[in-house]
């Protein structure tokens, strides 16, 4: 057998905190051959990165390889002097970063910053290091690459970022390239192309690579082997196909569960439990038809927003909601679904159009007053970032209090406490848990806690802006559970703004599909996404990663 | 105070002694500004003329000036003084620049821009010597000098309180104060203010070593506190005639306490800071 490009055997990476020593990387041991894709898949904190990091001696100074070593070509890199790994570092590997914005320098032209990696390892004239931009920038596919080299990466989209970041790893040619997250955050159509790119010039240029990435679709698009790593431990290595089919351990068959594909269900993403006790138990429970003729909950007329700068986000969008539906509104970044959720919710205003709720209009109501209105409480909001949509000041408790306090017309003492602990149960969030400060909590707990307030009210339209779009898979399949239960046990609306089309598929009725601010096509959710319609939302379907499509792929 | 942040402080402390002197330092001086003038061993007023110009002894710690008067009573009842104007004009000028720089930040727009150019205008002026132009126009008075520190001081709280608010007013919590019932004002007042109180404790505990040091500079130009009146800058205004003829305690003790106070204000910033960020807790 022939050496392989780089073999990692039992590695340990620590670091070392305020509580103590972490181990974040735990014995793993694997090996890449020379032009190899490989998928290393794992959930936040599983020490992925780290141990991407750990290849590309990029570990800041708390963290140490504490055992094993890191073969390259046969050669222990973790001995090597700093100065010889330099050089080995961007001629031999490189690395692509997960936010290609914060990558990049803001203040230099991206050819001169593409110019800089070529000649900080080949000696040559500045010219000639620019006409070598020149050339990467048209192998990764920038249009007009000539008026590009002096562009900005402000000026820029996040696209066209990650090539310029692509180019730029791929400068020296090295043999091997490490991917960290190279596409989070990019809309599913923008990922598409980019990774499509990576694979096609990896393939080209014979570079082996690893994927690192908690997207189970992806890997499995694009990878012929695939590595699942938990809490700094590797679990499971095989094809896709094997893996995703008939996972052997127990923590890859609950991942492969909780990925939404597109035939998924709701009860289905999270293993039997309490929690999904309670869930079978409620969706058992016939809905009672509405009456026919009862008016809907939500109906907006003709909404249309405009900022200062002139252009509309939103323009001639019209749409409605009966009570206890749950309704989808899709779309990529920019496309103006932040903006409606924000004028449906009532927390700006809409430049023309009309709101109306259970058959008042609240539209003429500027936001600003909004807070007295009684219908207040009646629309809530969850937001998309559990990170940042809690008062690092406010504990748990003073987070789930706040609105009833406000808008439930409760004062401090054991009624509230009472209260807020049945809000904390019916969320699945332990009341030992209220004492402690968002920063205390994980993301998961602080999804939870962003619920509670919000239903805390018992609100009869709840919007949900991206609600599970920060959390690991298996997290976001409780919540998603959650909020489902939640929705059938309260009779309550959802409008529910998402980019992950399977997640929409799985938790909404109908579907919105929204491009620069215009509604593009709508229907009823499994419907419209077996079927689509229109260019753009077939764009949109064909774009999602899916296990079985990317089985589908690899077979071949 | 919960003892989770006390426990919190004792352990930033061990981690940057530094921090802890300044501590140390501050608590020094504060408590000298209480109980100083009731534990001094001489009347820093009264002139003793027979005992005048003495070099440090173990009768006269720092000496005696001119008139007689321990130099060393005179340090102690002058540290009450010159913290209490420090304390209440940085006290006014962040009361009212937080407020007004918090709602400049999170409405933005024209209110923004008028109180933004107000503030670069009141900035183009070398900021002592507006603040003696507004003493010598007022009056030589305590208050004078401390309504003048406290309006040079406004557009560092001004600008201070813009910034970390508008970073931090399209957060989620903040959308979600709003969603929960509250209204604009009140969104500004118990949420975000609280919030960057932590970044404001830094530049008040720099404003604190700076206003110390501008009251005693107003003083020792003759602006402001008036002699007999006990005050590091008039002491070394004063003392400073008696340089030439080798009296050196006259200078060199205000001096050397003016130079303390403002380090140990100026150290104690960056571990206020670490103390206060609930997210360094865990």
Known sequence: MTQSLLALSDLYVTFSTRRGSVEAVRGVTLSLDEGEMLG??????????????????????????????????????????????????????????????AALNPIRAIGEQIADAISAHKRMPRSE????????????????????????PHELSGGMCQRVMIAM?????????????????????????????????????????????????????????????????????????????????????????????????????????????????????????????????????????????????VADFSMMISAGESVGLVGESGSGKSTTSRMICRLIDASEGEIVFEG??????????????????????????????????????????????????????????????????RVGLEVELLTRFPHQLSGGQKARVGIARAIACRPRLLVLDEPTAALDVSVQAVVLQLLDRLRREDDLAFLFVSHDLNVVRMMCDRTIVLRSGRIVEQGESRAMFDNPQTAYTRELVEAVPHIEAGLAATAT | MTSATLRHAGWILRGNPLTAVAAAGVLLLTLVAIFGPSIVPYDPIVSDVPQALLPPSAAHLAGTDQLG???????????????AIAVSAVGISFAIGAVIGAVCG?????????????????????????????VAALGNRVENIIIA?????????????????????????????????????????????????????????????WAILNAAGLSFIGLGVKPPTPEWGIMVAEGARFISTGKWWLVAFPGLALMLAVLCFNLLGDGVRDILDPRMRT
Not at chain 2, 183 to 193: A, D, E, G, K, Q
Request: proline share 6%.
């Open chain 1, 40 to 101: 290393l898949v794992g959930e936040s904190g599983s020490g992925k990165s780290v141990t991407g990091f750990a290849i590309t001696r990029l570990l800041d100074a708390a963290g140490r390889i504490t055992a094993g070593d890191i073969r390259f070509r046969g050669q222990d890199i973790t001995k090597l002097s700093g100065g010889d790994f330099r050089s080995l570092h961007g001629a031999a590997m490189a690395m692509i970063f997960q936010n290609p914005r």
């Open chain 1, 169 to 313: 790893a791929i400068s020296c040619n090295p043999a091997l390239l490490i991917a960290d997250e190279p596409t989070t955050g990019l809309d599913v159509t923008t990922q598409k192309v980019v990774m499509d790119l990576l694979t096609s010039i990896a393939a080209e240029r014979g570079m082996a690579t690893i994927l690192i990435t908690h997207d189970l679709g992806l890997a499995a698009r694009y990878c012929r082997r695939v590595v699942v790593m938990e809490q700094g431990r590797l679990v499971e290595e095989a094809q896709p196909k094997i893996l995703f089919r008939a996972p052997r351990h127990p923590y890859t068959r609950r991942l492969v569960a909780a990925s939404p594909t597109a035939s998924s269900h709701i009860a289905d993403l999270v293993p039997p439990d309490e929690e999904r006790g309670r869930y079978v138990a409620v969706r058992a429970a016939p809905k009672p038809p509405s009456a026919p003729g009862t008016p809907p909950l939500l109906e907006v007329q003709k909404l249309a927003k405009r900022f200062d700068q002139g252009a509309a986000a």
């Open chain 2, 106 to 134: 999170y409405a933005g727009g024209r209110l923004d821009r008028a109180v933004g150019r107000f503030v670069d205008v009141l900035m183009a002026f070398p900021l002592f010597v507006l603040a003696m132009a507004m």
């Open chain 2, 149 to 209: 520190t406290a309006i040079i001081n406004l557009p560092f709280y001004i600008r201070f309180a813009r910034a970390e608010v508008n970073v931090r007013r399209n957060l989620g919590w903040v959308e979600a104060a709003r969603a929960c019932g509250d209204s604009h004002i009140s969104v500004v007042l118990r949420f975000l203010l609280p919030n960057v109180l932590p970044a404001m404790a830094v530049q008040i505990s720099l404003n604190l070593g």
């Open chain 1, 129 to 152: 290091a620019r006409a070598q931009a020149l050339e990467l920038l048209r192998a990764v596919q920038i249009r007009d690459p000539e008026k590009r080299l002096s562009a900005y």
């Open chain 1, 360 to 425: 008042q209009s609240i539209g003429h109501i500027p936001a600003r007053d909004f807070h007295r209105s009684p219908f207040r409480k009646d629309i809530q909001i969850v937001f998309q970032d559990p990170n940042d949509s809690l008062n690092p000041r406010f504990t748990a408790f003073d987070c789930i209090a706040h609105p009833l306090l406000r808008l439930g017309g409760m004062r401090a003492g054991d009624a509230l406490r009472r209260r807020v602990e049945e809000c904390a149960q």
């Open chain 2, 69 to 83: 008067r321990d130099v060393f009573s005179r340090l102690i009842v002058a540290a009450r003084l010159d913290l």
